[in-house]
């Protein structure tokens, strides 16, 4: 991948690329805006991501998997080709609970990579990142094995 893309082939990544996670797809997290140094994903809200049917706040699993998702195309934007990775530390602050009803949106910055690793940080929240539901920073590690689970193979 080239280290910048337009949001058009960001979603068509998003939509035809074996690297996305088909969790992600379930939990329905979808592609926002793009820049070399800020990768958008959202998730909308939905009553089956609900953590508690009480106050109708999102399960906080999705903000993680949200800010996980957001983190590794914040990677793949600068990179010069694909590669494979995984997730190696992951560390979320909550600091609020998210608006019921509200589309939720992860951005990240990949900044810093070296051979092996690729250091993020970004945060979750609703209207502005200067108003955020959760902060985190991550680690990822560059892998060479295989990693994913092809959706054949999902199938048997």
């Given at each position: 991948?080239a280290?910048?893309?337009?949001?058009?082939?960001?979603?068509?990544?998003?939509?035809?690329?074996?690297?996305?996670?088909?969790?992600?797809?379930?939990?329905?997290?979808?592609?926002?805006?793009?820049?070399?140094?800020?990768?958008?994903?959202?998730?909308?809200?939905?009553?089956?991501?609900?953590?508690?049917?009480?106050?109708?706040?999102?399960?906080?699993?999705?903000?993680?998997?949200?800010?996980?998702?957001?983190?590794?195309?914040?990677?793949?934007?600068?990179?010069?080709?694909?590669?494979?990775?995984?997730?190696?530390?992951?560390?979320?602050?909550?600091?609020?609970?998210?608006?019921?009803?509200?589309?939720?949106?992860?951005?990240?910055?990949?900044?810093?990579?070296?051979?092996?690793?690729?250091?993020?940080?970004?945060c979750?929240?609703?209207?502005?990142?200067?108003?955020?539901?959760?902060?985190?920073?991550?680690?990822?590690?560059?892998?060479?094995?295989?990693t994913?689970?092809?959706?054949?193979?999902?199938?048997?």
């Amino acid at each position: 991948m080239a280290p910048t893309m337009s949001l058009e082939a960001f979603v068509e990544f998003w939509e035809k690329s074996e690297y996305v996670s088909p969790y992600n797809r379930e939990l329905g997290l979808q592609p926002h805006s793009v820049r070399s140094d800020w990768c958008v994903l959202k998730v909308e809200y939905a009553r089956n991501l609900v953590g508690d049917p009480n106050t109708r706040v999102l399960h906080g699993g999705v903000i993680t998997a949200l800010l996980d998702a957001a983190f590794g195309f914040s990677i793949f934007m600068k990179l010069s080709q694909e590669r494979l990775m995984a997730t190696l530390d992951l560390r979320i602050d909550y600091l609020k609970p998210a608006t019921p009803d509200k589309t939720v949106l992860g951005g990240a910055v990949c900044y810093k990579m070296t051979a092996d690793l690729a250091f993020v940080r970004g945060c979750a929240y609703h209207e502005s990142a200067d108003d955020p539901i959760a902060t985190a920073v991550g680690i990822f590690m560059f892998t060479d094995g295989p990693t994913l689970i092809s959706n054949e193979k999902l199938a048997r």
